[in-house]
């Protein structure tokens, strides 16, 4: 199993970037996937999912209407388009496949500060 996170990167306030996740190693098709992210000193929290055939998506209150995610079922990957992003979204950025349980990639890190 392989979950490879990129995209992240330094951005000012009001910024965008779009986060993308390899998944290899398991059925991906089948998996609903999600992003997470986990800032210094606090613990992980739940970003945003889709469902396995992308379908379906929620996101959590504070990147409502700022955030997208999406997902390449040809391809294997997962995306997250952020945009008007805030200093309080600065952390590290993993995606998780709901089935496989346990794993967790190395993460992508956003900081958004001027």
């Known amino acids: 199993v392989q979950l490879v996170e990129s995209g992240g990167g330094l951005v000012q306030p009001g910024g965008s970037l779009r986060l993308s996740c390899a998944a290899s190693?398991?059925?991906?098709?089948?998996?609903?996937m999600s992003w997470y992210r986990q800032a210094p000193g606090k613990e992980r929290e739940l970003v945003a999912t889709?469902?396995?055939?992308?379908?379906?998506?929620n996101y959590a209150d504070s990147v409502k209407g700022r955030f997208t995610i999406s997902r390449d079922n040809f391809k294997n990957m997962v995306y997250l388009q952020m945009n008007n992003l805030k200093p309080e979204d600065t952390a590290v950025y993993y995606c998780?496949?709901?089935?496989?349980?346990?794993?967790w990639g190395q993460g992508t890190q956003v900081t958004v500060s001027s």
């Open positions: 190693g398991f059925t991906f098709i089948r998996n609903q």
């Open positions: 998780k496949a709901a089935l496989v349980l346990n794993y």
């Open positions: 889709i469902t396995s055939a992308g379908g379906s998506t």
